[in-house]
T-cell receptor, first 115, second 112 residues
Framework: DSGVTQTPKHLITATGQRVTLRCSPR?????VYWYQQSLDQGLQFLIQ???????AKGNILERFSAQQFPDLHSELNLSSLELGDSALYFC??????????????FGPGTRLTVL | DAKTTQPTSMDCAEGRAANLPCNHS???????VYWYRQIHSQGPQYIIH???NNETNEMASLIITEDRKSSTLILPHATLRDTAVYYC?????????????FGQGTELSVKP
């Protein structure tokens, strides 16, 4: 158990719909990362938040957005869903302070199926 | 972050040591070597990381060559539960964190 929690574990929805994935980081971790894993793309970085502020963006679609709340949990919002958005979505967290290498710990993931 | 090259797949007999190689010939002086693994569709699991010295923890050992252009992850006594995809990632030290870039990894099959 990494200490990172994600809900829900599974999500089945229809095209055009909107869903919200939730992530709670490990206690003390300030940074949250979102990754997408689809069969044809592998694990891809989407976005990072550090202490409530967006820190880095990767291959995140405009239909997707995220935020990190004052209690440091994060939500990933996916809208106008398409079949190709079906994937595993992982959240990771890290301490991300200055002074040394930064290790990310991953949650169990949310499996999204768009029908 | 430097690019890494790993074999696509490897087999290992249960109880034997699994040695997983990784080439990172363009690594720079301040970049670390990280290893993660992913069992089936679970979240990637951190294994170990190092800069230039060999490292060991309860899960594995990491051997980095003197020129730092390659490394080997060693699972000393592989079990069936070590069957997974193993990712070697090279990344620098960032203030306030930084993304991980995953390649295709090595699919390790531990066989009875």
């Amino acid at each position: 158990d990494s200490g990172v929690t994600q809900t829900p574990k599974h999500l089945i929805t229809a095209t055009g719909q909107r869903v919200t994935l939730r992530c709670s980081p490990r206690s003390g971790d300030l940074s949250v990362y979102w990754y997408q894993q689809s069969l044809d793309q592998g694990l891809q970085f989407l976005i990072q938040y550090y202490n409530g502020e967006e820190r880095a963006k990767g291959n995140i679609l405009e239909r997707f957005s995220a935020q990190q709340f004052p209690d440091l949990h994060s939500e990933l919002n996916l809208s106008s869903l398409e079949l190709g958005d079906s994937a595993l979505y992982f959240c990771a967290s890290s301490v991300a302070t200055r002074g040394g290498p930064d290790t990310q710990y991953f949650g169990p993931g949310t499996r999204l199926t768009v029908l | 972050d430097a690019k890494t090259t790993q074999p696509t797949s490897m087999d290992c007999a249960e109880g034997r040591a699994a040695n997983l190689p990784c080439n990172h010939s363009t690594i720079s002086g301040n970049e670390y070597v990280y290893w993660y693994r992913q069992i089936h569709s679970q979240g990637p699991q951190y294994i170990i990381h190092g800069l230039k010295n060999n490292e060991t923890n309860e899960m594995a050992s990491l051997i980095i060559t003197e020129d730092r252009k390659s490394s080997t992850l060693i699972l000393p006594h592989a079990t069936l539960r070590d069957t997974a995809v193993y990712y070697c990632i090279v990344r620098g030290y960032y203030n306030q964190g930084g993304k991980l870039i995953f390649g295709q990894g090595t699919e390790l099959s531990v066989k009875p």
